[in-house]
T-cell receptor, first 112, second 115 residues
Framework: TQLLEQSPQFLSIQEGENLTVYCNSS?????LQWYRQEPGEGPVLLVT?????EVKKLKRLTFQFGDARKDSSLHITAAQPGDTGLYLC????????????FGQGTILTVHP | DSGVTQTPKHLITATGQRVTLRCSPR?????VYWYQQSLDQGLQFLIQ???????AKGNILERFSAQQFPDLHSELNLSSLELGDSALYFC??????????????FGPGTRLTVT
């Protein structure tokens, strides 16, 4: 059983569409991070959310941390082919010295 | 470029062999984390070092070991390799932003293929 459940696992959409990726857990996280990974490369940090209910925006990407700090979502507006990649959520629990627990990831494909 | 370097980029070896993967963290970062990424398991935390000391252990096999040296670079040693050890191995280093908030920066990874 994954501590962090991401959904959907796969998402194939057309350019210009909106999408939301969800990251859910029954555990509380002290912080949660979203990463984007391209094939054969390391994950790249997009955002860190810390406070319950926090919303952060990064251009067309909006990240939200749940009020209870157990879940998060990533919303992309007007997706572009350059958004294609693997999106990973990862959380830090309590005093785990930054050890990240990753979700399984969402593979996003945006078709021109 | 995250500032974390890993060598080698690719490694092909035979079952039963031993390999060493190397990682240099970003300048100033004291923590190093090792992760394994495979298609069926996703990204799995292996082990963390902080300023030369082991700090946390995850799903690391007994055949695997790691260390962090005084200059803060780290090495992951994989021995008695099996076909199932074929995976991408990532190193990350972190900076502590706030209490309990650590942002990790990943290296480009080492792709290990065991034949």
């Amino acid at each position: 059983t994954q501590l962090l459940e991401q959904s959907p696992q796969f998402l194939s959409i057309q350019e210009g569409e909106n999408l939301t990726v969800y990251c859910n857990s029954s555990s509380v996280f002290s912080s949660l991070q979203w990463y984007r990974q391209e094939p054969g490369e390391g994950p790249v940090l997009l955002v860190t959310v810390v406070t319950g209910g926090e919303v952060k925006k990064l251009k067309r990407l909006t990240f939200q941390f749940g009020d209870a700090r157990k879940d998060s979502s990533l919303h992309i507006t007007a997706a572009q082919p350059g958004d294609t990649g693997l999106y990973l959520c990862a959380g830090v629990r309590g005093t785990s010295y930054g050890k990240l627990t990753f979700g399984q990831g969402t593979i996003l494909t945006v078709h021109p | 470029d995250s500032g974390v370097t890993q060598t080698p980029k690719h490694l092909i070896t035979a079952t039963g062999q031993r390999v060493t993967l190397r990682c240099s963290p970003r300048s100033g970062d004291l923590s190093v984390y090792w992760y394994q990424q495979s298609l069926d398991q996703g990204l799995q935390f292996l082990i963390q070092y902080y300023n030369g000391e082991e700090r946390a252990k995850g799903n690391i096999l007994e055949r695997f070991s790691a260390q962090q040296f005084p200059d803060l670079h780290s090495e992951l040693n994989l021995s008695s390799l099996e076909l199932g050890d074929s995976a991408l191995y990532f190193c990350a280093s972190s900076v502590r932003r706030l209490a309990g908030v650590y942002e990790q920066y990943f290296g480009p990874g080492t792709r290990l293929t065991v034949t």
